[in-house]
């Protein structure tokens, strides 16, 4: 993707989908990509899912299977509104003793699930497609926000490399997302996320705070009262 130069990132542009190897079935095939560098290397990719509602459903259904959304705990003793579980060789896990990544998941003492090739694919793709060649995720954290759950502001910090960006997938109702600054006191953008968009955070965005306001309710036609967040990084 071209990088808006300057202009405090305003800039937009319609373009062709990235590879033909890709298949619009039944989830976006009426939806235009729009591509837009929204805050310095904060890259937002409406529409850029392109696989089906069926094969998102059958494929999270296979890793919820084997590794189920649960509320985790903060250091501080919070239950997290929002349910999580992960896929790849590194899942993000809290509890008492901190954030970290794991390479099993602390319920079942197993690995947790594979992340299948279709979503790496996906994560590769766009992350390539904003400046960042050759980026290979080895965790996927699966967020699950039922109304009301939020994320407050934080950071991700728990990964090697910050020269390495996170790439983040829409699924289901929409929210708000807040893209904050260097600090927790700065003003957060809010940024509008629906059903298949893709955000990709590197460079100067890498570090910067984020969340997600409270959820509101609704119904999305395929995926119910819910959004799913798949984030993708590179941990080691
Ligand atoms: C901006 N999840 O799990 S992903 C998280 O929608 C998290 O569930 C959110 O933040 C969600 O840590 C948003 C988008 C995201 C991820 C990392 C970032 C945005 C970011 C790092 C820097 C700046
Ligand atoms: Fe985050």
Redesign the pocket.
Known sequence: MRCCSGKRGRQRWRSERPTGDLVTADLFADQTLLEEEFQPG?FLLRGFVTSSNSQLTAQLQVILAEASLRHMRTPGGFLMS?GMSNCGAHGWVTDRRGYRYDPQDPESGRPWPPMPAPWRDLARGAAARCGFAHFEPDAC?I?RYAPGAR?SL???KNERDFTQP?V?V?IGLP?V?Q?GGALRSDKALRVPLAHGDV?V?GGP????F?G?LPLKDGQHPVFGSQRI?L?FRRVL
């Open positions: 904060a929002v954290l967020n994320m934080h950071q991700d996170i983040s829409s929210a997302f893209f955000v955070w965005a890498r570090l910067r984020h997600v967040n984030t």
